[in-house]
């Protein structure tokens, strides 16, 4: 499901070596933070989140067969 998340997001971001993926398994919940430069946010993003939701329900409807769910955080990098 990872390399979904990672194929989407590069898609749109411009900085692509920038991207960093961090991931946190908590049982059946996996947290999924993307870190982003500030230039990147809203390509990722899309107006009124509009990616961000797609990518998502997108992600919804893969992990449904795992039986775990993905929570996906679109976050600046700290320091950026």
Known sequence: M??????VV???AEHKEEVEF??????????????????DMGKV??????IAKALRTLVKSASAKSGKRYNIE???KAGA
Do not use: A, H, W
């Not at 961090?22 to 230039?39: A, I, W």
């Not at 993003?45 to 509009?50: D, H, M, S, T």
């Open 2 to 7: 990872l390399d979904l998340i990672k194929y």
């Open 10 to 12: 590069l898609q749109f």
């Open 22 to 39: 961090n991931v946190e398994e908590k049982g059946d919940l996996v947290n999924v933070t993307v870190l982003l430069l500030p230039e």
């Open 45 to 50: 993003i899309g107006r009124q989140g509009k």
């Open 74 to 76: 679109i976050s600046e």
